[in-house]
């Protein structure tokens, strides 16, 4: 049977790293929005004799993951592995100059998005799957974070409640919080940095695959 591991966020960053990580031992479908960038992961992929199968789509558009999700189902019938990497980075601003479309993003990718990818996703991994989740704990309550410090521990939150309620019957849910890394991402929040201080998304990927045996 092909173990088949669902990446949603996989176009770059740690998801991408991940996917690559992940793909001599499951067949990857890979979810974003980027299609240029899903097309290069899959390049790689390739190169390293895995293969993907690639989802160009934006979580939060309910209809196209429920149909993602039951496509999964009707090929394969199961899945082993979710990966869920895929976040909403609004722009630094102080809690009074918030922007109404910025926030609403931010709820809508990274708490909504969650909230509903959990019910279509839970029964495909059955009680032998494992879901992982990666939290940003520095960011909650920290100056200029608002919308993506509350909405991602928000995100956390659910998953939490999720590994709660699943811990005696599966499916596994991990919750893990990687080292800070040279991503976009991160290059976002913190444009003057030294990058060379940070472990780079491959090192986290690998680290974070050890955990899932």
């Known amino acids: 049977m092909t173990r088949l591991a669902l990446i949603t966020g996989a176009s770059r960053g740690l998801g991408a790293a991940l996917a690559e990580a992940l793909c001599d031992s499951y067949h990857i479908v890979a979810v974003a929005r ?10 790689r992929i ?11 789509m934006d979580i939060t558009n309910t209809d196209a993951m429920a149909t993602l999700c039951r496509g999964i189902y009707d090929r394969w019938g199961h899945l082993d592995l979710w990966v869920h990497t895929a976040v909403h980075t609004a722009p630094l601003t102080p809690a009074s100059h918030l922007d109404a479309k910025d926030w609403a993003k931010s709820v ?17 991994l059955g009680d ?31 998953a939490r409640s999720w590994q709660a ?9 991990l ?33 974070l695959v050890k955990k899932l045996h």
């Not at 899903?38 to 390049?43: A, R, S, T």
């Not at 909504?112 to 019910?119: D, H, Q, R, V």
């Not at 509350?150 to 956390?156: D, E, G, P, R, V």
């Not at 991402?185 to 491959?202: H, K, N, T, V």
């Open 108 to 124: 809508a990718s990274n708490v909504t998005a969650t909230g509903t990818l959990i019910p279509f996703i839970a029964p495909l």
């Open 128 to 158: 032998t799957g494992t879901a992982l989740f990666l939290d940003d704990p520095t960011t909650a309550g920290r100056k200029f974070f608002g919308a993506y410090g509350a909405s991602k521990a928000a995100q956390i939150a659910l």
């Open 34 to 43: 980027t299609t240029g960038a899903l097309e290069e992961l899959d390049d």
């Open 175 to 207: 919750i893990e919080t990687p080292a800070p890394m040279p991503t976009a991402l991160r290059a976002r929040f913190f444009p003057g940095e030294d990058r060379s201080a940070l472990s780079p998304a491959d090192i986290e990927a690998a680290a």
């Open 46 to 56: 390739q190169v390293k004799g895995g293969q993907a199968t690639l989802a160009p």
């Open 165 to 173: 309620e699943t811990a005696k019957t599966g499916p596994r849910v």
